[in-house]
């Protein structure tokens, strides 16, 4: 793309600024957030307002830059890179802080949150998004939804239900998908709508509320054609091949992904690929195409090496542990180190939740081993400090497998 340049008088430099910032959010709905036409226009528009500011021209809308660089923030995030994303969330929340004013402060917050949360970090990412809700004016703030990538609360409340699922409050944590969905609706923006959906229905896929999840993809699918949006439908399908991947419908989910994938990776994104591949990988393991599994596991744990993307990498090595036990030659001693390493990231994290179900996998080999006292004490532990959320799939299994192991 050209290098920015400014008209000759300050009225249509202003123009030009609009017209650029104007065209960042369709493009975001219909090619993706981090689709290169997206992106390009989102920096065109940076580059005209330094200049202007340069010439002693600052943006008569206090706020258009902060909505150029969320949306340049957003572009990041979709296309993963937990240090540039990082960075990008810093300078955000450092101009912030600079400029004042509820809504910059509530876009920082809500970029470093984000930031933190899917790059592992889910206690002080909680607290940022924390944050962003306590800043919120629902009077105020709601038409912000149609301005900005998303509102404001709404994807600080899906972000924190992640968070804390991860650390360990289930119950807590729909609660706050259920939220984040009916405020979503309020706003009466499609867009703030979807991508509620497309980020709630991880937490329903990863606390095992398969129902809902199926339901809101299916929603999220219909919603997508009838807009003709390539990215909000891969979202869509990906998700639906995910309640296929857990309910062992591994067949379908394997049919769906193999689609799905490459249409998501044409819109830019790697967000969540971390999830995707390992379930992917599970369910060829299911249907004996090991080549495929090992293959699938192996592209997971490079994703989150490469990108950082850390929230969900305990349960890529604790499904890569069972895929070893699926397999012909049943590799106990490689899914026992598999499990280790996610017990190890999950303590780490302090991913309560994630050490859980590592817990679980692991105890229910060493019970096949026959050593039941050492599976009971590394279950048990991790079951007791839990207090909320015991009528969720994870809580509900612990309790039947420590019943059986006392």
């Known amino acids: 793309m050209a290098p920015a340049t400014l008209p000759s008088t300050p009225a249509l430099r202003r123009e030009e600024i609009k017209l650029q910032a104007a065209l960042i959010n369709p ?68 101009l912030a802080e600079k400029q004042g004013g509820r809504v910059p402060l509530m876009l920082g917050h809500r970029a470093m949150g984000v930031t933190l949360v899917l790059t592992g970090n889910f206690a002080e990412g909680r607290v940022h998004l924390d944050q962003v809700i306590a800043l919120y004016d629902p009077v105020e703030h709601r038409p912000l939804a149609a301005r900005f990538v998303q509102d404001p609360r709404v994807s600080a409340l899906y972000y924190r239900s992640l968070a804390l699922w991860a650390l ?29 959906m497309m980020n709630t229905c991880i937490t329903l896929l990863i606390s095992g509320n398969y129902a809902t999840a199926q339901a809101q993809s299916d929603e999220m699918i ?23 991947a857990l309910t062992g ?40 195409q090991f080549d495929q599994a090992w293959s699938h596991i192996g592209e997971a744990i490079t994703a989150v090496e490469a990108t950082k993307e850390k929230w969900y990498e305990a ?25 280790e390493r996610a017990l190890a990231i999950a303590r780490e994290q302090q991913a309560k939740s994630w050490e859980l179900r590592a817990a679980m996998s692991m105890a229910r080999l060493w019970r ?31 309790k039947a497998l420590l019943d059986e192991l006392t």
């Open 27 to 94: 493009l975001q709905h219909v090619k993706g957030q981090a689709a290169p036409e997206t992106k390009a226009v989102a920096e065109q528009a940076r580059l005209l307002i330094e200049q202007a500011e340069a010439l002693g021209e600052p943006p008569e809308d206090p706020l258009l830059l902060f909505s150029v660089l969320d949306a340049l923030f957003a572009a990041n995030v979709t296309a993963f890179n937990g240090d540039v994303v990082r960075e990008c969330a810093a300078q955000l929340l450092v």
């Open 168 to 196: 360990g409050y289930p119950e807590a944590a729909l609660a706050g998908t259920e939220q984040a969905r009916r405020k979503a609706r309020e706003t009466g923006n499609p867009a703030s709508l979807m991508h509620a």
């Open 368 to 398: 096949e081993q026959g050593k039941r006292d050492e599976a009971r004490e590394i279950l048990a532990p991790v079951y007791r400090w839990f207090t909320e959320g015991f009528d969720t799939l994870d809580l509900k299994q612990a």
């Open 249 to 288: 419908k591994a067949s379908n989910a394997v049919g769906i992904f193999s689609s799905a994938i490459p249409a998501m990776r044409s819109t830019g994104t790697r967000t969540f690929f971390p999830v995707w591949l390992p379930l992917l990988a599970r369910a060829y393991g299911e249907l004996g």
């Open 222 to 244: 219909v919603l997508a054609e009838e807009k003709g949006s390539i990215y909000w439908k891969a979202g869509g399908m990906l998700r639906r091949a995910g309640v296929l």
């Open 315 to 339: 349960d890529v090595h604790r499904i890569a542990g069972e895929i070893a036990l699926m397999s012909p030659e049943r590799d106990a001693a490689k899914a026992e180190a598999c499990f």
